[in-house]
């Protein structure tokens, strides 16, 4: 199998290494010729070429660009793409995403988010281990060829993930909720702190790194996330700020019961999270 | 030196493992009965006692009770207190437990507050290793004793800790920001998810879990602390609060430039205080 990587970053270049063993020949192709050049050198992709001609060549075709730009360049290789080739995407949001490309595409298109990352970007950081162990939700619709599913969930089998399904529109809800909101409140907690950055300095413990490791993540790829999912980002926003504001309430009465409430329901719920 | 435990929890139990080989006796007090004897059988203290007893024996008597209850505490021991002995805490506020320990044992009193911790509770979770390469910070005053100081910075440096000096007003407004704020923060983002638990089940990232995980510490240590320092946590919460309706409006307006201008702050805020 060929397989073709449009966007030779941190999740597609991780994924191209995780199919290493897969793929007979890896092609890549990235807007900015840095890129694509290291993730060359890095032994990433055998062959780089112009992401028209890597539709043509690739069996399996993945889109590994920021959210937005999706629909954008699958319209663009719509005319290029191989007869029977199949094409996925690894974004963070479904419904845009999945429309997108069945325009595109048609029912050879299978919308698919690994739920794993990292602060860190660019082919360098690929790490083909990264998706062991982790969620990959897949998102097809009644019209996804269920030939397609299957080659897209094999890929990500063969790359350690567990596959879960769900329609897109239910996706970005689970998202929204379990990493949209996370990094919204871990970026304005930092950003919160700015005034103070310099008497914090040095200063922190571990639950500081951690609550905040994902606001390290680069801006690009989650301005496109909070456009494109803002009617659940925004709703969930909004619950959120409401929870905040019974802590602070509760703490300025000094109401001790409705504090301890709060945090009880707060650690029983990430209990029920985790599973 | 006999040192004294008043509380054999997580951090008292961490902290006498940790100065086993310095101190020729650990006794231990707990007004749980179970937990001093859990202390005891894990070999952590050498000898259970009445605090009392704990406080008329100990060189070095160590208050790791929470916050609120410090102040009581010391002035119940105050009276038994050996003469010349050091007493010192672990609680994560100082300005009020420094001026209920001065009341108590005066210049030979030295706030503490390891910033170390996990989400594990009870003797059973004491690490001799948790507050290697940390950081511990002392709050000594115009009216603090030199060489209790000096103890007490030993203790902390004999368990790899790295010793940071401050008054306890400065102590409260910096942990007010990198530690009660987070932590306020992570249990309002849980609560905030309780309606949707049940579909969310299984369906996470290590973003979530991460950003979280300080949202699983035992609820009673933070009733106490989001009391004791409400006014610089009610403040915090202000300008984190406001921070989150700045990244909501961006996102409701569409506003790629206000959005990126924010991460980019968060992230930059982030790399500051790490140093």
């Known amino acids: 199998v060929i ?5 030779c970053g941190h999740i597609g270049g991780s994924l191209a290494k995780a199919a290493r063993g897969a793929a007979t020949r890896i092609l890549g192709a990235d807007r900015d010729p840095g890129s694509a050049e290291r993730a060359r050198a890095l032994g990433i992709v055998d062959e780089i070429a112009a992401q028209e001609d890597v539709a043509a060549r690739a069996d399996l075709l993945v889109l590994a660009v920021p959210v937005l730009a999706i629909p954008t360049v699958a319209a663009a290789l719509a005319p ?14 479904k419904v845009s995403v999945v429309r997108g490309g069945e325009a595109a595409f048609g029912a050879r298109f299978v919308g698919g988010h690994p739920m794993a990352g990292s602060e ?24 996804t060829d269920p030939a397609a599913l299957a080659t897209v969930a094999e890929l990500w089998r063969g790359a350690g993930a567990q596959v879960v399904e769900m329609d897109p529109a239910r996706h970005d809800r689970v998202v929204a909720a379990v990493s949209h909101l996370p990094h919204a409140v871990a970026y304005a907690l930092c950003a919160a702190l700015a005034d103070q950055a310099d008497e914090l300095r040095g200063l922190y413990g571990g639950g500081f790194v951690d609550t905040t490791r994902i606001a390290a993540t680069p801006a690009s790829m989650w301005i496109d996330v909070f456009l494109d999912n803002r009617v659940a980002i925004l709703e969930l926003l909004d619950t959120f700020g409401a929870e905040v504001r019974v802590l602070r309430e509760a703490s300025a009465a000094g109401d001790a019961d409705v504090i301890e409430a709060r945090l009880q329901l707060a650690r029983a719920t990430r209990q029920r999270i985790l599973g």
């Open 3 to 7: 397989l073709g990587l449009v966007g």
């Open 80 to 93: 290029s793409v191989r007869p029977g080739a199949v094409v996925t995407d690894v974004g963070s949001t």
């Open 120 to 143: 860190r970007a660019g082919p360098e950081a690929a790490d083909g281990r990264l998706f062991a162990g982790k969620r990959v939700i897949l998102t097809p619709t009644a019209r």
